[in-house]
């Protein structure tokens, strides 16, 4: 039986939906089949999950004992394999439902991890984990540069920390679950949109050129 509580388990499926939507529209853009994107939603929606109920002792992690976790990528796959006169808009609807994933996948993972026992840093690490797995690996498949690792790349990572950590602190706080998890996500959804529309990075390094910083005669 899944750990989750009944929030937990709605926001975990939603998440599912969501990220193996996005998973299976970067399928179609990439002109995969229908088993390529049946393959592509399926690591989109399930992977950072997987890597989550592994790391806590959650196993056989829910993706594999849980009917829901493989009825509803393949429903996802095929709403939008009949969709696709929404081509054109497959850009921003990417975006949106990515955010709407990263979200969700975050605050589930850290509540996820707390209900297991973790401790309140460790959670938001695992957050994070459920939330940008699942797209590392469909932009590995899609052969695509990871959207968290692009040096062009808007905030993806931050939030979702951002995200888990409010979820934590509701938790610690004993806020009301649902409404916890509600503010939590939509923070980080936000925020994510934010920063794809004004363009907000996360800060690098300077590099010095090669004959800057000599003594010039």
Same mark, same amino acid.
């Given at each position: ?7 937990? #388990? ?18 179609? +853009? ?10 592509? *939603?399926?690591?989109?929606? @399930? ?22 976790? !493989? !009825? ?10 009949? /969709? ?7 850009? +921003? /609807? ?20 707390? /209900? ?9 690490? @695992? ?10 690996? +469909? ?21 979702? *920390?951002? *995200? ?39 800060? +690098? ?6 004959? #800057? ?5």
């Amino acid at each position: 039986m899944s750990a989750l509580t009944p929030v937990l #388990q709605v926001l975990d499926l939603v998440g599912v939906f969501a990220f193996a939507t996005s998973g299976a529209l970067v399928a179609v +853009r990439r002109d995969f089949d229908l088993v390529g994107m049946l393959v592509l *939603a399926g690591v989109t929606a @399930l992977g950072g999950g997987i890597v989550r109920d592994l790391v806590i002792g959650a196993v056989p992690p829910a993706a594999f004992t849980e009917p829901g976790y !493989v !009825v509803v990528p393949a429903v996802a796959v095929l709403l939008t394999f009949v /969709a696709h006169r929404l081509v054109e808009r497959l850009g +921003r /609807a990417v975006l949106v439902l990515d955010a709407v994933g990263l979200g969700l996948f975050s605050v589930a993972g850290a509540l996820k991890a707390l /209900a297991h026992g973790l401790g309140p840093v460790q959670a938001v690490v @695992l957050g994070v984990v459920t939330a940008i797995g699942g797209g590392i690996l +469909r932009d590995v498949v899609a052969g695509e540069p990871p959207a968290v690792l692009r040096r062009d790349s808007e905030l993806y990572a931050v939030p979702a *920390a951002l *995200a888990a950590t409010l979820a934590v602190i509701g938790d610690r706080l004993q806020l009301d679950e649902g409404w916890n998890a509600a503010v939590a996500l939509a923070v980080g959804f936000v925020v994510r949109l934010l920063a794809v529309r004004f363009h907000w990075r996360a800060p +690098r390094a300077r590099r010095v050129r090669h004959g #800057q910083g000599r003594d010039r005669a």
